[in-house]
Nanobody, 121 residues
C-alpha cells in the first residue's frame, strides 16, 4: 500500500507565506511527476504546480512567481513554498504522485488527503 502524507498549510494573512510538504511511503519503485492541486469550495480541483523527476517544473499562471515546487527524489517528498499569499489562494491543497510499485507495474496516480490553506485579507 502506498500513501501520500501531507503536512503544513494552515492560516496566513495576505502577503504571508506557508509551506506544504508531502511524503510518499510504502512500496515504491519509482515516481514520475509529483504535483500539487487545489480545490476551493464550489470549484473544480485544479493544477497548481508539477515537477518531473528530472526537476523541470510547471506552474499555473495564477501562482507563477509566488509559489515554488521542489522535490527530493531520495526521500520521495515534494514541497510547495507559497509566498505573497492572496485570499484567492484559499483552498484545500492535494498532493499527487504518478508512481509504480515495481519495474513491471504500470504508473498509477495516488492522492493525498488534502491540507487546508486559508488566507485572510
Amino acid at each position: 500500500q502506498v500513501e501520500l502524507v501531507e503536512s503544513g498549510g494552515g492560516l496566513a494573512q495576505a502577503g504571508g507565506s506557508l509551506r506544504l510538504s508531502c511524503a510518499a511511503s510504502g512500496r515504491i519503485f519509482s515516481i514520475n511527476t509529483m504535483s500539487w492541486y487545489r480545490q476551493a469550495p464550489g470549484a473544480q480541483r485544479a493544477l497548481v504546480a508539477a515537477i518531473a523527476s528530472g526537476g523541470s517544473a510547471t506552474y499555473a499562471d495564477s501562482v507563477k512567481g509566488r509559489f515554488t515546487i521542489s522535490r527530493d527524489n531520495a526521500e520521495n517528498t515534494v514541497s510547495l513554498q507559497m509566498n505573497s499569499l492572496k485570499p484567492e489562494d484559499t483552498a484545500a491543497y492535494y498532493c499527487n504522485a504518478d508512481l509504480r510499485r515495481s519495474s513491471r507495474a504500470r504508473y498509477v496516480s495516488v492522492w493525498g488527503e488534502g491540507s487546508q490553506v486559508t488566507v485572510s485579507s
